[in-house]
């Protein structure tokens, strides 16, 4: 009997060893998304797809119990035909950090990262990842600013961000221990891994001290050069909004009224950034406007982008935020599933022209996730309709890899 349960543990082991260089085998020869010219590629073939949002992966799986509403979100997504994902790889000081100071890093969390990853490639998941937020949620510009301070940095505002040395290099310290990062389940580095699409700079930078989108275009330059020295595999972004600025000042007639401090032209005219991005939130932006109101600007915003990104930037676009929120008066389930589907009919339409890969509904989430609920949040086993109507849009989109 001991020999016979030497031999079937032998035999697992080789299983297992031979399950794992299959792995290995194949993320390998799935390579990296690029670009070339307005389209994304993968192997030499045009890559489309539809996505989602999941910014609160890596805090959940940090907890070994809750790991399972990850695994749950991949393979409902899965099931839906999503492939790409964005999330977010910063958590910075305050509760369950992954950057608890300067430096200073919690591999407990940083093991949830991992299991993320692992997680989407097990799935076929692409990932695009956040390494810094704009605001003060989970750390982002102003956690550095306030660590600056506190170590001696003479700063006026979380503006200072973008400018001061000591900032900045707080930065690109995180952004080197997180492209470097050897994943402990995969044992590939986050560099060289093909499961991650992306890297994106910061979500949502804005500049609130010079509306002209300089300052940060001077920030973008620097960052996105010091990226590209670390890994050259892997694609970059920004992470914006897509306003307007100085560069073509007859645009701005197009920004929903107001200026952040962005420039959608000449932020990601930077040789380094690989393709643009816009969000677009019409019912916050426009509060108080009728819907046909919001969907006529919502097409208003994307045809210019669009257009602008296949003509003048000449890098592919991602629609990678928008959605609705219940929180909204008169919301209901199908009033959600019908702006998707708007807003759904125009990516497709615009993808089948190739300046667009797609879109990531923003957001999902398992059951049980009361507490991250921010009235955008999509759970698809609880809502079958929207779920058909996401699906429904990859159905549409993966044949266009094929054209």
Not at 241 to 265: A, C, L
């Amino acid at each position: 009997m001991a020999c016979f349960s030497r031999i079937i543990s032998f035999s697992l082991l080789f299983l297992l060893i031979a399950l794992a260089c299959e792995a290995r085998v194949l993320l390998q020869s799935s390579g990296f998304v690029q670009t070339r010219n307005t389209q994304f590629i993968l192997n030499g073939s045009p890559f489309f797809f539809n996505g989602f949002n999941s910014y609160w992966m890596m805090n959940v799986a940090a907890d070994l119990s809750q790991r399972s509403k990850v695994s749950d979100v991949f393979s409902q997504a899965t099931a839906a035909r999503l492939s790409v994902c964005r999330t977010w790889a910063f958590n910075d000081g305050g509760t369950q950090a992954l950057q608890i100071s300067p430096g200073v890093y919690d591999e407990r969390v940083f093991q949830g990262l991992d299991f993320v990853i692992s997680e989407a490639r097990k799935n076929g998941v692409r990932l695009i990842l956040s390494l810094s937020n704009n605001y003060k949620d989970f750390g982002g510009r102003p956690q550095y600013v306030s660590w600056a301070r506190n170590a001696g940095a003479p700063l006026n505002s979380d503006d200072d961000f973008y400018t001061n040395e000591v900032v900045k290099g707080y930065y690109k310290n995180h952004v080197k221990r997180v492209l470097t990062r050897i994943n402990t389940i995969t044992r590939v580095a986050y560099k060289d891994d093909p499961t991650i699409m992306a890297w994106e700079l910061i979500n949502e930078p804005r500049c609130q001290v010079d509306y002209s989108g300089k300052t940060l275009n001077g920030w973008i330059q620097e960052m996105a050069s010091f990226v590209k020295s670390i890994d050259s595999n892997h694609l970059l972004t920004v992470g914006m909004e897509g306003f307007y600025g100085d560069s073509m000042p007859e645009k701005k007639g197009i920004n929903p009224g107001y200026q952040v401090g962005t420039d959608f032209i000449s932020n990601h005219l930077i040789k380094e950034i690989d393709f643009t991005t816009i969000h677009a939130y019409p019912d916050i932006w426009l509060s108080g406007k009728d819907d046909s109101s919001q969907m006529a600007f919502m097409l208003r915003w994307m045809t210019s982008h669009l257009t602008d990104s296949e003509t003048i930037i000449k890098k592919p676009m991602v629609f990678s935020e928008f959605g609705k929120s219940s929180k909204d008066p008169g919301y209901s389930p199908s009033a959600r599933d019908s702006f998707l589907n708007a807003v759904y009919t125009n990516i497709y339409n615009f993808a089948r022209s190739g300046g667009i890969g797609g879109g990531l509904v923003w957001q999902l989430m398992a059951e049980g996730m009361q507490s991250y609920d921010d009235g955008y949040e999509i759970v698809l086993s609880q809502n079958p309709s929207t779920s058909s109507v996401i699906t429904q849009q990859s159905n549409k989109m993966a044949p266009l890899d094929r054209v």
